[in-house]
């Protein structure tokens, strides 16, 4: 159920990878794309119209991944927290509305409240998108957003330092 609902994240996601890793296997520029730092300073150097949201730019693809991270960061990190009781669809909401529908259009935002309404539980959840033992999910959760929270940060930060936040 869940892989039919989420599938359009998942191929809007791997539409973004796809993006990057034509910029990694360019021959002419893809030394450019080792790093974040390089990445960037690459491309606010030699991609006109950076700054107005150039489409198909590595640091444009990279910050729209930026967001869909903070938001299934802290997803993940409320669901670590919550009990079998509390509601993933509640939950999904309310981090959907803190974070990644800050950047949706409206009708994105809908069929987002649609698709989040229809989550099962959080064992039912956990259960369909894992296949270790519940309980090891769930002690690995934490770690996990840890480890991608640094990341985040990471990348926020480079992002900042180089006016990155807020490509339309």
């Given at each position: 159920?869940?892989?039919?609902?989420?599938?359009?994240?998942?191929?809007?996601?791997?539409?973004?990878?796809?993006?990057?890793?034509?910029?990694?296997?360019?021959?002419?520029?893809?030394?450019?794309?080792?790093?974040?730092n390089t990445m960037v300073q690459y491309e606010l150097n030699n991609v006109p119209g950076l700054h107005k949201g150039q489409r198909f730019s590595g640091s444009r693809t990279l910050l729209r991944l930026h967001w869909a991270?903070?938001?299934?960061?802290e997803f993940m990190s409320r669901i670590s927290q919550s009990t079998d009781h509390d509601k993933t669809s509640h939950i999904a909401s309310e981090v959907?509305?803190?974070?990644?529908?800050?950047?949706?259009?409206?009708?994105?935002?809908?069929?987002?409240?649609?698709?989040?309404?229809?989550?099962?539980s959080r064992k039912d959840l956990i259960s369909a998108?894992?296949?270790?033992?519940y309980h090891t999910v769930l002690e690995l959760l934490g770690k996990v957003v840890q480890a991608g929270n640094e990341t985040y940060q990471r990348v926020d930060r480079i992002l900042a330092e180089n006016k990155l936040l807020n490509i339309p």
């Open positions: 159920m869940t892989g039919r609902l989420f599938g359009f994240v998942a191929k809007d996601l791997e539409w973004k990878l796809s993006v990057i890793q034509k910029r990694v296997a360019d021959k002419d520029c893809g030394c450019h794309y080792t790093t974040v991270l903070e938001f299934i960061l959907y509305h803190q974070t990644l529908s800050n950047h949706h259009p409206w009708l994105t935002r809908k069929m987002a409240a649609i698709a989040m309404y229809f989550l099962p998108m894992c296949k270790q033992d």
